[in-house]
């Protein structure tokens, strides 16, 4: 039996700013949040203070997105206390009872296998148990499982995520303006609620993003929004089993 998908409008988070030019632009062209990067081995890292001066560029209704991986408590209490209105998002090893230390909403990344055909014996990522596990995020962000922590400007195959999945998703992963509309079109049947999260595909180079490529993803969001909300009848979610 299928049921009905109420349209609602796909959030869009954009991560990875280093600059308050590319604050400004994602501002600008309609994001809902942007993302910035506390961990010390990525390119795209800032300090707290720099993070700091970054969301205060932010006006209301703009959230601010601390990515951590595996930090100490003591650390994400502390730009917490720093950047108050801040969501945090956590990309590491870390286990429900450590995503709940600071005491403020998160989201979880899980990390979606990029094989479609994994070894014979290999387990095969179960979503429907991790966002389980991780009920009290306030979403499950979906990204490629690569070498190190992030998507690495990946995707994973999107059909081969479970029909129904009782949580608030976030597709992540290798997204550009080419091909949010699919990725939009078949995941959003498949969840509670979407959200996109894009960084390299609206980067002219590591951290450094493109104005123009920015607006063309937003766009693309809005152009697969609309063909959801005029055509509802195919785009129906399973009812859970």
């Known amino acids: ?30 994001a809902d949040a942007i993302g910035l990067v506390m ?17 205060s560029r932010l006006p209301p209704f703009v959230t601010p997105v601390l990515l951590f991986v595996n930090a100490d408590a003591t650390k994400i209490i502390a730009a917490c206390a720093r950047i108050p209105c801040a969501l945090l998002q956590f990309h ?34 179960d979503l429907l148990k991790y966002a389980q596990d991780y009920s009290s995020a306030q979403a499950i962000l ?25 949580a608030h998703l976030v597709l992540s ?3 550009t303006p080419a091909n949010v509309i699919d990725g939009i079109l078949q995941v959003r049947p498949r969840c509670t609620t979407l959200a996109v999260d894009v960084s390299s595909g609206v980067e002219m180079a590591k951290g450094i993003k493109s104005a123009d490529k920015i607006n063309q993803f937003v ?20 009812s859970p089993t």
């Open 173 to 175: 992963g290798g997204l």
């Open 219 to 238: 766009a693309a969001v809005r152009a697969a929004d609309e063909q959801l909300a005029k055509n509802p009848v195919h785009h129906v979610r399973l």
């Open 39 to 55: 961990y010390e081995h990525s390119a795209r890292h800032v300090t707290l203070e720099r993070a700091a001066e970054l969301a």
């Open 92 to 125: 590491g090893d870390e286990t429900p009872d450590d995503c709940l230390k600071a005491g403020r909403p998160f989201l979880r990344a899980a990390r979606i296998p990029l094989d479609a055909h994994p070894e014979p014996g290999s387990l095969r990522f």
């Open 1 to 30: 039996m299928s049921i009905p998908v109420p349209f609602s409008r796909t959030r869009i988070k954009i991560c990875g700013l280093t600059r308050e030019e590319d604050v400004d632009a994602a501002v600008a062209a309609g």
């Open 142 to 166: 979906l990204d490629a499982h690569v070498e190190g922590y992030g998507g690495g400007g990946k995707t994973f195959n999107w059909s081969l995520l479970p029909p129904s999945v009782n």
